[in-house]
């Protein structure tokens, strides 16, 4: 099973609102990933966790807060997003994430987050 | 720094056309290279990977050779489906470390029947 499943698939929130996103995989990986992508642009990363630990923070602002509370989940936490945060929010995972070694990341559907 | 170059698109196409998607990068030492795919509406699918020089990747009818002497990493279809209609993606791991992943800006296909 390579599956990454993200809840929920669509959220629309007020720029007040508090909410968070879901990712989950049971591949037995170790490395979780949040990616935000917008229209017709690649995926950019956001976080990276490896064994639970947060080891990369792509100097998000700190509206978003990413969570992971054991190995299989990943959420992120939204509070007092802005419109221009509207995007599709991708969680990946992978095996493993040590130097020298090549990890296929594996994705999720999205969440399709729209702020108004 | 690393960095991944992809064909503008759209790239638009009748069904059962030859597909070629390039793609150059940019890396020091000794990177890996990937495709993947995008269909409306969900997430990014990996196609294929190739982790060394002169390896080919291949799945689904879709191949890319990884050259290092060009640095390119193609992507190739003998006969593309209406339903190969998607973005796709090349990407580079440059293995340093935590599988950050650099990807080119993406490019559109379209497969008319």
Known sequence: DTEVTQTPKHLVMGMTNKKSLKCEQHMGHRAMYWYKQKAKKPPELMFVYSYEKLSINESVPSRFSPECPNSSLLNLHLHALQPEDSALYLCASSQDTGAGASYEQYFGPGTRLTVT | ?113
Not at chain 2, 3 to 27: D, H, K, R, W
Not at chain 2, 32 to 55: H, I, M, N, R
Not at chain 2, 73 to 87: M, N, P, R
Request: include cysteine; hydrophobic fraction near 35%; aromatic fraction near 12%.
């Open chain 2, 1 to 113: 720094g690393n960095s991944v170059t992809q064909m503008e698109g759209p790239v638009t196409l009748s069904e059962e056309a030859f597909l070629t998607i390039n793609c150059t990068y940019t890396a020091t030492g000794y990177p890996s290279l990937f495709w993947y795919v995008q269909y409306p509406g969900e997430g990014l699918q990996l196609l294929l990977k190739a982790t060394k020089a002169d390896d080919k990747g291949s799945n689904k009818g879709f191949e890319a050779t990884y050259r290092k002497e060009t640095t390119s990493f193609h992507l190739e279809k003998g006969s593309v489906q209406v339903s190969d209609s998607a973005v796709y993606f090349c990407a580079l791991n440059a293995n340093t470390g935590f599988q950050k992943l650099v990807f080119g800006t993406g490019t559109r296909l379209l497969v008319s029947p």
